[in-house]
Nanobody
Framework: QVQLVQSGGGLVHTGDSLTLSCAGSGRTFSSYVMGWFRQAPGKEREVVAAISWNGANTYYADSVKGRFTISRDHQQNTVYLQMDSLKPEDTASYYC?????????????????WGQGTQVTVSS
């Protein structure tokens, strides 16, 4: 069974850091572009970050640029989202996916695979 399993997240204070992990199983995702979405109650889903298959290219939403870092480890078949200087407006459910939109074809293959989601809550 092909799946993405997320870990990390939780309740933190403004300015704290968190790392989200997304481990793939049932398939090697090393040829796939990977990304992270988030969705807060009452708000539209937002692409937070994306990374090409080889890690050479990354994308960040303006809202997280300079604070979040996406990375991947092919040996672990895992993608990470390091979140620093967290703000209350970062509070949302975060999802990893192999189908981030609007990434160039050379960033890697895509598939409709999503993690189960993890809650990040930042208190002021």
């Amino acid at each position: 069974q092909v799946q993405l399993v997320q870990s990390g997240g939780g309740l933190v204070h403004t300015g704290d850091s968190l790392t989200l992990s997304c481990a793939g199983s049932g398939r090697t995702f090393s040829s796939y572009v990977m990304g992270w979405f988030r969705q807060a109650p009452g708000k539209e889903r937002e692409v937070v970050a994306a990374i090409s298959w080889n890690g050479a290219n990354t994308y960040y939403a303006d809202s997280v640029k300079g604070r979040f870092t996406i990375s991947r480890d092919h040996q672990q078949n895992t993608v990470y989202l390091q979140m620093d200087s967290l703000k209350p407006e970062d509070t949302a459910s975060y999802y990893c996916t192999t189908d981030p939109p609007n990434t160039p074809p050379h960033w890697g293959m895509k598939s409709a695979c999503w993690g189960q989601g993890t809650q990040v809550t930042v208190s002021s």
